[in-house]
């Protein structure tokens, strides 16, 4: 299947400071990916769809000047913690959907997020 | 996007086949079922989708009723390795479809 990378893999920030997390579709280019938050214990919750070229898509409730999201390549989509607060500490995970054939989304390995 | 509804855990015997049922009993015609699973602290890993026949691949099968209100993935073979998260999401097979994951089963495969 089709590989989706994210960097960094793990990171530990201070409170009030800016962290990027980058989605990258290794294989295949995607126009549309997306980006997920996972606190312990519960399951993934979609937060938004990242669309190349041009402005996310939020879900409701998530705050887009919190967390920014460019998608400036058909294979790189970022996602910006902007002044991160301890709430902010969890797991991102980003997925990416195959172009042709079924559609089938892959996901990036996670990027846990400490803040301090 | 069709509701699924699935059991919060199960255990099953490492070797013996592992069966998840999922109910979506809202599913429109054009909504094919898929499942993923998750390993603790990873991303979420494609197992198998369908529309309405059964489907086999090297890692699972999927047997959808006819009414196509209910499936069932099997693990045939179960092992450690296996004990994971697995969701059944319903969603209309087109490109830039959002995954909209419930709670999902935890399964245990003990030995």
């Known amino acids: 299947g089709a590989v989706v990378s994210q960097h960094p893999s793990w990171v530990i920030c201070k409170s009030g400071t800016s962290v990027k997390i980058e989605c990258r579709s290794l294989?295949?280019?995607?126009?549309?990916m997306f980006w997920y938050r996972q606190f312990p214990k519960q399951s993934l919750m979609l937060m938004a769809t990242s669309n190349e070229g041009s402005k996310a898509t939020y879900e409701q409730g998530v705050e887009k000047d919190k967390f920014l999201i460019n998608h400036a390549s058909l294979t790189l989509s970022t996602l910006t913690v902007t002044s991160a607060h301890p709430e902010d500490s969890s797991f991102y995970i980003c997925?990416?959907?195959?172009?042709?054939?079924?559609?089938?989304?892959?996901f990036g390995p996670g990027t846990r997020l400490t803040v301090t | 996007d069709a509701k699924t509804t699935q059991p919060t855990s199960m255990d099953c015997a490492e070797g013996r086949a592992a069966n998840l049922p999922c109910n979506h009993s809202t599913i429109s015609g054009n909504e094919y079922v898929y499942w993923y699973r998750q390993i603790h602290s990873q991303g979420p890993q494609y197992i198998i989708h369908g529309l309405k026949n059964n489907e086999t691949n090297e890692m699972a099968s999927l047997i959808i009723t006819e009414d196509r209100k209910s499936s069932t993935l099997i693990l045939p073979h179960a092992t450690l390795r296996d004990t994971a998260v697995y969701y059944c999401i319903v969603r209309v097979q087109e490109y830039g479809n959002k995954l909209v994951f419930g709670a999902g089963t935890i399964l245990r495969v003990k030995s």
């Open positions: 997925s990416a959907g195959e172009p042709s054939g079924s559609y089938e989304q892959y």
């Open positions: 294989d295949f280019q995607a126009t549309t």
